[in-house]
């Protein structure tokens, strides 16, 4: 008999692939398009100040600082260093270059979004541990993650319905495809090491864990509904750390290694890295990073999702 867990896991998956297929099917329309992309906006902020409110309610928190620390630190350099030595090698085995020579940024980079993200949780986390105290009504409801999490999730189904990528043109950019399994696979890998180095944790949650690709938005909730708030954090700072990480090294390795230079970037490869990937290797780079980033879009909540229902 499957554990109550599992149920509630598989219930979760269920909740997340409904509005994921929903916004695909949706007709696409410039008003929806254009509105969905707003509020996705928002509410990336509004899901990360809950992941603060969430993570102020554990108890003997500062007691796990150090731990949530080391866990954060451990994740992002597995789930960083072996996405980028497997597409590394892929690079050297399989070359493939771009005409593109000018390998400078158009723009400075800016970390003012990432920022911003780390500046909600804070904000959430002061929120809190006041309301409990000042206003214990006003805290949020149980289920309001998971209701952000469908809301999210459809949202992001209508934007790449309406960014005009059809699943044709990315599964027939072979390098896109293959990059994007690479990636995939290199890091699960890492998960995998994860829960070999942890004692309490197994290789599903390390499993799960990496499979955030990025996605810090989507990962704190899924790994908050799953394995509790300090989990979510852990999930949380490892994403957000390789979005640091992308922003600084992808122009690094761009001239080299073109593929290692794209998958740094993970989901956010198909939006908030695509610029930098743009200015540092060119027009002929974006397909690539294109089918590379709607791929990945499509494995992050599946994985994640089915690795945490196994347990």
Known sequence: ??????????????????????????????TLLHWSEKILGYLVYIILTL???????????SEQVFNIALYVLVLA????????????????????????????????VSFRGSLIQVACVAIGYAIGKLLPVYAPSAMPPENSMTALLMLLILLVGIGLKGSGISLREVLLNKRGVQTSIIFTVSVLLSG???????????????????????????????????????????????????????????????????????????????DFTLPIIQQSGGLQVVPLAISFGFIINIFSPVLMVGFSALG
Request: aromatic content about 10%; hydrophobic content about 50%; overall charge neutral.
């Open 1 to 30: 008999m499957p554990s109550a867990q599992s149920l509630q896991s598989l219930i979760t998956l269920v909740l997340v692939l409904t509005p994921l297929f929903l916004g695909f099917v949706l007709p696409t329309h410039a």
């Open 51 to 61: 992941v603060g409110i969430e993570l102020a309610q554990v108890a003997g928190l």
């Open 77 to 108: 350099v597995l789930t960083i260093g072996t996405g980028l030595a497997g597409l590394m090698i892929f690079d050297r085995l399989r070359p493939w270059h771009s005409n593109n020579k000018t390998q400078t940024l158009a723009h400075p």
């Open 192 to 270: 995998g090491v994860f829960s070999l180095l942890f004692d309490e944790v197994s290789l599903t949650q390390g499993l799960a864990l990496s499979s955030g690709f990025g996605w810090y938005s989507l990962s704190a909730i899924v790994m908050t509904d799953a394995y509790g708030a300090i989990w979510g954090s852990v999930a949380l700072f490892n994403d957000l750390l390789r979005e640091f990480t992308a922003l600084l090294c992808i122009p690094m390795f761009m001239r080299r290694y073109p593929s290692a230079a794209v998958g740094l970037g993970g989901a956010t490869s198909l």
